[in-house]
């Protein structure tokens, strides 16, 4: 660690804010490159995500894949959303009652 060091005159402090803009700098620069280095990483979930949102639009080309991909998504989102809202109200509610 460094010793802390008393700013006595005014050349002193002159040498103090450039060491310290200096340092600024530095870690500007690290942040650029550290956010950067996130962009690159998450590039494949964001392209995944987009897929997943948006599916017909990789298959404008071909419209009957895209309806097909469609109908196939909206179907699993229909059986998730039924599996998982019965699943939450069993765990909120007790188990199911027989008829």
């Known amino acids: 660690m460094n010793s802390i060091q008393h700013i006595r005159t ?3 402090l002159l040498k103090e804010e450039q060491r310290l803009t200096l340092l600024a700098d530095w870690h500007r620069v690290q942040i650029k490159e550290d956010v ?3 962009k ?3 590039a494949a979930v964001s392209r995944v995500v ?3 949102s948006h599916p017909a639009t990789l298959l404008k080309q071909n419209s009957l894949p895209g309806v097909g991909i469609g109908i196939g998504a ?3 989102a229909l059986r998730l959303a039924k599996n998982i809202g019965s699943s939450l109200l069993q765990r909120l ?3 199911k009652k027989k008829r």
């Open 10 to 12: 005014y050349d002193d």
């Open 50 to 52: 987009s897929f997943i």
């Open 40 to 42: 690159r990483k998450f």
């Open 36 to 38: 950067e280095d996130v």
């Open 74 to 76: 909206g179907m699993l």
């Open 93 to 95: 509610f007790g188990k």
